[in-house]
């Protein structure tokens, strides 16, 4: 089976712009959540979102939003880039959800967004 | 707020010797917790889990206790080989939460051959 797929996995943006990430699921996975991972905060829960229906938001502002479509592959947005949004973006997927009971995630390689 | 600490930035071992990983936690609700092995400019990589209604799980070299009462748990690896230097991460889920998880800060650890 294929891993978790992130494109880009390089990305150069400047403050005030905004950005799309891409993730794309192990086949058969429906649960797909991001993270952002930067050296001062570690891995951070932005959401988590399962058949198309965000069920799951870390604490993060209003600028960060995401959505998932039919075939579970997830975008991440993220509007008016500050600085600080310069980071390593984490998609992960899991098979499943159930009964509010956690599920083994797997990682995708990362995109690495840097804000000028 | 950390509710996922790892207090071992990094930890060396020789090759063939056990590698001890640490964690502790303060959510008394957390009860899914995942370790993860990542290198640099990589995803972390899933490596063992554990759920609250056990105390162990084994997997090849890797074996993971968890020790509810002290809300703590480790990660053994034995033995340890250079393969293994890399920064680990352990996780935690709540009840309710599906899979919100929470990492702690990662632990750098070097195997010398």
């Known amino acids: 089976k294929a891993g978790v797929t992130q494109t880009p996995r390089y990305l150069i943006k400047t403050r005030g712009q905004q950005v799309t990430l891409s993730c794309s699921p192990i086949s058969g996975h429906r649960s797909v959540s991001w993270y952002q991972q930067t050296p001062g905060q570690g891995l951070q829960f932005l959401f988590e979102?399962?058949?198309?229906?965000?069920?799951n938001k870390g604490n993060f502002p209003g600028r960060f939003s995401g959505r998932q479509f039919s075939n579970s592959r997830s975008e991440m947005n993220v509007s008016t880039l500050e600085l600080g949004d310069s980071a390593l973006y984490l998609c992960?997927?899991?098979?499943?959800?159930?009964?509010?009971?956690?599920?083994?995630?797997?990682f995708g390689p990362g995109t690495r967004l840097t804000v000028l | 707020d950390q509710q996922v600490k790892q207090n071992s930035p990094s930890l060396s071992v020789q090759e063939g010797r056990i590698s001890i990983l640490n964690c502790d936690y303060t959510?008394?609700?957390?009860?899914?917790f995942l370790w993860y092995k990542k290198y640099p400019a990589e995803g972390p990589t899933f490596l063992i889990s554990i759920s609250s209604i056990k105390d162990k799980n084994e997997d090849g070299r890797f074996t993971v206790f968890l020790n509810k009462s002290a809300k703590h748990l480790s990660l053994h690896i034995v033995p340890s080989q250079p393969g293994d230097s890399a920064v680990y991460f352990c996780a935690a889920s709540a009840k309710g939460n599906f899979n919100k998880f929470y990492f702690g800060s990662g632990t750098k650890l070097n195997v010398k051959p």
């Open positions: 979102y399962f058949s198309e229906t965000q069920r």
């Open positions: 992960a997927s899991s098979l499943n959800g159930l009964a509010g009971r956690a599920d083994t995630q797997y």
């Open positions: 959510n008394s609700m957390f009860d899914y």
